[in-house]
């Protein structure tokens, strides 16, 4: 039972370029998130899911895109990544809206 | 509008002194509450959770904390600090209103001294 798994752990753009961020889990959660981390600012809600073929803004929700095409996998897209998107990215997931949330170990993304 | 403050971003306390990380909420209704840990480049782990029932509430790791409506609080405690307990500590508050939405506040950072 792995959990939470985040692709890859750490990776480094060029202004402009484009990537996909991978999320698995193999609890059979329904929902589904992610979020970035910065400095003194705790998480911050990018978009998350409530179920398979689902998915909703969250807090910041602009520069990025989602999908969740299988239950056990939601991949956040940066289409055009710019320096403000350096962050840490972490996804999670749940049971339930309210319930606690499982984390993945994140990934560490370096925006030039 | 539910939000989370987190009062002092670090906390420096002795090993084997009283731990006490402070977290007020505001909701507009009954709330979900929570307290995550992570450790250096790891995720977050739940420590512990409100969800209804008996205010105080045990986690992990010997800390608990203790739900009070009427001062919107939920702090985090632990009676004797150890040096493994060096982390960050996140309180989230969780809603739900037509649809979820959960809060984390911004972070207080625990130092343990030797």
């Known amino acids: 039972n792995a959990g939470v798994t985040q692709t890859p752990k750490f990776r480094v753009l060029k202004t402009g370029q484009s990537m996909t961020l991978l999320c698995a889990q193999d609890?059979?959660?329904?929902?589904m998130y992610w979020y970035r981390q910065d400095p003194g600012m705790g998480l911050r809600l990018i978009h998350y899911?409530?179920?398979?073929?689902?998915?909703a803004k969250g807090e910041v929700p602009d520069g990025y895109n989602v999908s969740r095409l299988k239950k056990q996998n939601f991949l956040l897209g940066l289409e055009s990544a710019a320096p403000s998107q350096t962050s840490v990215y972490f996804c999670?997931?749940?049971?339930?809206?309210?319930?606690?949330?499982?984390f993945g170990p994140g990934t560490r993304l370096t925006v030039l | 509008a539910q939000s989370v403050t987190q009062l002092g971003s670090h906390v420096s306390v002795s090993e084997g002194a009283l731990v006490l990380l402070r977290c007020n909420y505001s909701?507009?209704?009954?709330?979900?509450l929570f307290w995550y840990v992570q450790y250096p480049n790891q995720g977050l782990q739940l420590l512990l959770k409100?969800?209804?029932?008996?205010?105080l509430v045990k986690g992990i790791n010997g800390f608990e904390a203790e739900f009070k409506k009427s001062e919107t609080s939920f702090h985090l405690t632990k009676p004797s600090a150890h040096m493994s307990d060096a982390a960050e500590y996140f309180c989230?508050?969780?809603?739900?209103?037509?649809?979820?939405?959960?809060?984390f506040g911004a972070g207080t950072r625990l130092f343990v001294k030797a």
């Open positions: 609890m059979n959660h329904e929902y």
């Open positions: 909701s507009s209704v009954p709330p979900y």
């Open positions: 999670a997931s749940s049971t339930t809206g309210p319930q606690a949330q499982y």
């Open positions: 989230a508050v969780s809603e739900y209103t037509g649809g979820f939405k959960t809060i």
């Open positions: 899911s409530v179920g398979e073929g689902t998915t």
């Open positions: 409100y969800t209804t029932g008996a205010t």
